[in-house]
């Protein structure tokens, strides 16, 4: 329990010290030597609970409830005070919705609860923390490279970068906290303090600037604060629910009774909601596209890896009372739809960031519908997805804030000739890109359980979404692909010119992301079989075989072995390419009208007549708010009727 | 186990063979139905052969990895389906094996070799959700995804699945790269983009994609099959008869339409994927 | 034995023709003559192709397109020069703007004299082009053997 605490106390103490500090050198050690303490910290955790496979700890939680009951109302309070300052009506009415009827909660209903075990550990926590603490601080060390061209970039601005390590520190300490709560009330306080980081963390370049205030940045991080406050409400109703009807503030107690056969709807279905906002599902994926106007640090850690995780995190803990009944029901198919509208979306933008943005939430959809089903081979391949996507798209924000950076552009159009000018970037952001998407790598893997359990759970609509919507992903994921891969003459090497700490976060991503190709049936087994077992009682229904398991890893074994010992090798007689007989022999010019030299230029596909951004998010914006209406309809006509 | 194992050379060492032999075949029905002579039987052989003796050139250091890579992953995907693995395994790493020769295309950064690639990458978004529906089809009926569980059911599964049966045979003009939907590498397109998606490629390497495309064919025309085996002779020389005839409806096809453009291709597929393996798997579910 | 000879695949290019050699050669590929039966195959891209058909007088214009053509072809490849044209220029020889006849630019194999060439005389020079593969296809192999035989004594006497 020490390195709970550990984990959750030390982040914040380094996010304070690194606030104090002005200078690059102290900053860059403590940076880098907390990084390594936590993700250390993480490992031992994991270490220490894994025999078991987890357990709860009767931690005295009255004190702390008063400490987070006083810093809950001292951050409404600044809410507010922001809210009347930027003239967000909104933030001001939600935040005096919520935050008073918290209160008023915690000190009768909840005062009267008993809650038995304020915090836990176990298998799926355990991959949390490690995702939190390796990917997290990696994601961090990399901060340090990349914020500093980024003040270079922004050299007229105060430097404010102790204020954005301070907030990534207190991110990963509030993130630790969430997959360790039990207590559902302390749960909701750190997933608030997550929503705080990532609204002040989006408008890093529009809040507080008395000159230069980037309003674009001020007004997405207002949109972000809104939407996830919608969701914070939705997490308020159903502590309240949970409390006053059930008795209880404990998730495990939760989960228990729903075990029972007792219908734990109500409760869950608000749980549900709170994570689709925070996991950007449609109606409300407008916050994670303005999110990205942040810098790519926080992109990485928050708005892909881990923070929207948390939301995707807490639906699939609750998937054992998922299903066919409403709370199911909304998950499974706002899930669905947001993951095949998503998918659309991301083939006709050509802003790389945007591309990743829609990936992002098109696959947390994929992973709300898995939980939404409930079944123990439905889960699986969600925990796989968790796994495989935090690393994996963490790997690909990282790329593109350095290619960004070193080429001044986050287009993929302007990426032409990107092998040639920086190679070792390139072939990383390849290795990223197959790994979304492409068999034998894990994504796939995942998306092939997905597959077997939606057809198991005979949900027709899931089974034509996922068939739709993997045939988009290969698209747009090849096409970028195909950029990177072009072989374009007449570019110098610009590599020279990214910091250290850039590539040696990247380079551990690319081994991480090879490693869990390599060893995921041993994470199944080890980790993931084990979980669902304890959830559901039973594992039935696997998509994959060991024997599937195994031939995927030979698989990339070999793919591994082929690009090592064969790549970039030929002695054939190297010739210019094919320009209708015009070509000036540079690879580049031809001889066009009026005997000019006409350089070739290439493009992707981006069919806006068929995935216009406009047109897919009407759809999905539509059909996820009925079916949102809908599910909360009924259940609030439920209660209300009861009353 | 043995069974496999032998399969899987059979597929090796005979499918080359076979699917040469049946592109001369296709050859020489379309030449009679332009009212011409056409090709030896063998030609495609002789295509290979001489495409190997010419002289070795390359655009650039990778694209030949690229193709060598296409090939390896075409042998291993047929290798896996007559091993008897699951279909969906099969259906990804032929898309591997596709990414790999789109890549190649790519690579080059030739202005043809784009279009091709494009294109390319497109019918692979118009065939890919039927394929993957017919897959689910087989594991509704059989209730499983593997190759060989579904040889040892016991009924001919064509009455069943038909609505994936006919979505599949329409997806299989894009795969066998027929008009009207022969928009990414066809030599007949000439005009329009050189040679499209193989612009770049030339002797061994153009050899090597031949060959593979002789090993999909089978592979496909394998899939066909599955729909009408239960077990029996009588049914297994059926289905042989069948997929011949789906081969000789391809060129028929071929050469009854012009070619279209690639919107076509992606309505049409997506459309009857919809609507053909939409009801199929309702009727399969609920029925 | 050499399979150059059994699918030469052909490129044809039009050098300032006026057409009518090229609805010729077109015409070859037509159900009337069906050079098909021989294994041509009538590629657009100078990587595949093994025999290149122009056409056509050699012009300032075009003189560079055809010599590109003709350097992006692999070896073994041979040219046939089809139309009186592109032989010498034909009539078009003492003009300000013509250059003459194919030769000039690249090294010819076969020519066919004829305005229109007769699709027969064309199939005739191809048949003969063939041959002239066949011994460049066997010069190929016995040089890059020498080539091979070298680099092995190379290494032995080293």
Redesign the interface.
């Known amino acids: 329990m020490g390195t709970i605490f550990f984990l959750i106390l030390f982040p914040l103490a380094v996010a304070i010290a690194l606030l104090i500090l002005k200078t690059d050198g102290p900053r860059d050690i403590i940076v880098k030597a907390a990084s390594i303490i936590i993700a250390v910290a993480s490992i031992v955790l994991v270490a220490q609970n894994f025999g078991s496979g987890g357990r709860y700890f009767d931690v005295d939680g009255e004190v702390i409830g008063y400490l987070m009951m006083a810093i809950e109302i001292a951050l409404a309070v600044f809410i507010i005070y922001l809210g009347f300052r930027y003239r967000q009506p909104l933030v001001v009415i939600l935040v005096l919705v919520q935050t008073p009827v918290m209160i008023w909660f915690e000190t009768s209903i909840g005062h009267n609860i008993t809650v038995v075990n304020n915090l836990y550990i176990d298998r799926l926590s355990m991959i949390m923390v490690l995702i939190i603490g390796i990917i997290g601080t990696l994601i961090c060390v990399y901060a340090i490279g990349y914020m500093k061209d980024f003040q270079k970039h922004h050299s007229e601005d105060k430097d404010r970068r102790p204020w954005f390590f301070f907030l990534m520190f207190i991110f990963l300490s509030a993130m630790f906290g969430i997959v360790v709560s039990n207590n559902l009330v302390w749960l909701y306080f750190f997933w608030e303090i997550t929503t705080l980081c990532s609204f002040l963390l989006i408008g890093y370049n529009g809040l507080f600037h008395k000159k230069n205030e980037d309003k674009i940045a001020t007004r997405n991080a207002f949109r972000a604060l809104i939407m996830n406050l919608v969701g914070g409400l939705g997490f308020v109703a159903a502590i309240v629910i949970l409390g006053a009807y059930y008795g209880t503030l404990e998730l495990s107690t939760m989960l228990t009774i729903g075990a029972m056969g007792y219908s734990v709807v109500a409760p869950a279905i608000f749980l549900v909601f709170a994570g689709i906002t925070k996991a950007a599902q449609m109606p409300f994926n407008s916050w994670l596209l303005g999110a990205m106007v942040a810098p790519t640090p926080t992109s990485a850690l928050l708005h892909s890896s881990t923070m929207v995780k948390a939301g995707v995190f807490l639906i699939l803990k609750l998937a054992p009372v998922l299903g066919w009944n409403l709370a199911g029901v909304l998950a499974m198919f706002v899930g669905g739809i947001t993951f095949l509208m998503a998918s659309f979306n991301a083939i006709s933008q050509s802003n790389a960031k945007k591309v990743l943005a829609y990936s992002t939430i098109a696959n947390l959809g994929l992973i709300v519908a898995c939980a939404g089903v409930g079944t123990p081979g439905a889960v699986w391949a969600g925990i796989m997805l968790v796994i495989f996507h935090a690393v994996t798209k963490s790997l690909l924000f990282l790329c593109v804030g350095t290619a960004e950076h070193n080429i001044g552009s986050r287009n993929i159009e302007d990426m032409d000739?990107l092998f040639e000018k920086m190679p070792r970037l390139a072939s990383f952001m390849m290795i990223g890109i197959a790994g979304m998407f492409?068999?034998?790598f894990g994504m796939?893997i995942s998306k092939?359980a997905a597959?077997?359990a939606f057809?198991d759970s005979?949900n027709?609509a899931l089974?034509?979404i996922?068939?739709?919507g993997?045939?988009?992903t290969?698209?747009y994921w090849?096409?970028w692909?195909?950029?990177m891969?072009?072989?374009?003459?007449g570019k110098e090497n610009i590599q020279g010119k990214v910091h250290p700490e850039e590539w040696i976060s990247q380079g551990t991503h690319v081994a991480l992301v090879l490693i869990i190709c390599l060893t995921f049936p041993l994470i199944s087994k080890g980790m993931v079989v084990p979980y669902l077992e304890d959830s559901f009682g039973s594992v039935s229904g696997l998509g994959l075989t060991s024997n599937?398991m195994l031939?995927?890893c030979i698989?990339v074994a070999v793919?591994i072995l082929?690009f090592v010992f064969?790549?970039?090798?030929?002695d054939?007689?190297?010739?210019?390419?094919?320009?209708?007989g015009v070509s000036e022999g540079d690879?580049i010019n031809f001889i066009g009208a009026m005997d000019r030299d006409t350089p070739?230029s290439?493009r992707?596909?981006y069919m806006e007549g068929?995935f216009g951004e406009f047109k897919m998010n009407v759809i999905g914006v539509v059909t996820t708010s009925v079916i949102i209406v809908a599910t909360l309809g009924m259940v609030i006509g439920t209660i209300v009727g009861g009353m | 186990m043995l069974v496999s194992i032998l399969s899987v050379i059979a597929y090796l060492v005979l499918a080359p063979f076979i699917g040469g032999f049946l592109a001369g075949v296709d050859?020489i029905i379309t030449?009679r139905m332009?009212?011409?002579?056409?090709?030896?039987v063998l030609?495609p052989f002789?295509?290979v052969?001489?495409l190997c003796?010419?002289?070795?050139?390359?655009?650039?250091?990778?694209q030949?990895?690229?193709v060598?890579?296409f090939f390896?992953f075409v042998i291993?995907t047929g290798g896996?389906f007559f091993a008897g693995?699951?279909l969906?395994?099969v259906i990804?790493?032929l898309?591997?094996a596709s990414?790999f020769l789109?890549?190649a295309?790519?690579?080059?950064?030739?202005?043809?070799?784009?279009i091709g690639?494009?294109r390319e990458?497109?019918q692979?978004?118009?065939y890919?959700?039927m394929v993957?529906?017919t897959a689910?089809g087989f594991?509704?009926h059989f209730g499983s995804?593997r190759v060989d569980e579904i040889m040892q059911g016991h009924s001919v599964s064509l009455l069943p699945l038909i609505g994936f049966f006919a979505g599949f045979v329409f997806i299989l003009t894009i795969k066998f790269r027929k008009s009207p939907f022969d928009i990414s590498m066809s030599?007949h397109a000439?005009?329009e983009l050189?040679?499209g998606l193989?612009?770049?490629?030339?002797?061994k390497t153009?050899a090597l994609i031949e060959a593979a495309h002789w090993y999909e064919n089978i592979l496909l025309l394998a899939v066909v099959f599955l729909f009408f085996t239960n077990g029996t002779a009588l049914m297994a020389v059926i289905g042989v008869i069948v997929c011949l005839a789906a081969y000789f409806l391809e060129i028929f096809i071929d050469n009854s339409f012009a070619r279209m453009k690639w919107q076509a291709a992606?309505n049409s597929a997506?459309i009857v994927?919809?609507a053909l393996?939409?009801i199929n798997?309702?009727i399969l579910?609920v029925g | 034995m050499?399979?150059?000879t059994?699918?030469?695949?052909i490129i044809h290019y039009d050098g300032s023709s006026c057409n009518g050699c090229d609805i010729e050669v077109l015409a070859c590929l037509?159900?009337m003559y069906?050079v098909?039966?021989?294994?041509i195959?009538?590629?657009?891209?100078p990587?595949?192709a093994?025999v290149f058909l122009i056409t056509g007088a050699v012009n300032e214009q075009n003189k560079n397109v055809v010599k590109q053509i003709y350097d992006q072809m692999?070896?073994?490849k041979v040219v046939v020069a089809i139309g009186i044209c592109a032989c010498s220029g034909g009539i078009f020889e003492e003009c300000y703007n013509v250059m003459g006849g194919i030769d000039k630019v690249i090294p010819v194999d076969c020519y066919v004299p004829g305005c229109a060439a007769r699709p027969e005389a064309i199939i005739d020079a191809v048949v003969k082009g063939l041959g002239v593969l066949a011994e460049k296809?066997a010069a190929?192999a016995v040089s890059h053997d020498k080539k091979e035989l070298k680099a092995e004594t190379e290494v032995e006497t080293k």
């Open positions: 000739g492409l068999a034998p796939l092939w597959m077997t057809v005979s027709i089974i034509l996922i068939c739709f993997s045939a988009a290969a698209f090849t096409k692909l195909g950029k891969s072009a072989i374009v003459a599937d031939t995927m698989i793919i082929l064969f790549f970039g090798k030929t054939k007689k190297i010739v210019p390419i094919y320009m209708a690879n070739v290439l992707n596909w068929y | 050859r030449a332009q009212g011409r002579v056409g090709p030896p030609q002789y295509d052969f001489k003796e010419k002289e070795n050139i390359t655009v650039n250091r990778v030949d990895f690229y060598a890579g390896i291993v896996l693995e699951s969906l395994m990804f790493t898309t591997l990414v789109i890549v295309a790519f690579s080059s950064n030739s202005p043809y070799s784009q690639a494009e990458l497109l692979m978004m118009a890919e959700p993957l529906l689910i594991y509704e995804f030599h000439h005009q050189v040679a193989k612009t770049e490629f030339s002797g153009l992606l997506w994927a919809l393996g939409g798997l309702f579910i | 050499s399979y150059v059994k699918s030469p695949w037509t159900p069906d098909e039966r021989f294994g195959i009538n590629t657009g891209n990587k595949h093994d692999p070896e073994p296809r190929m």
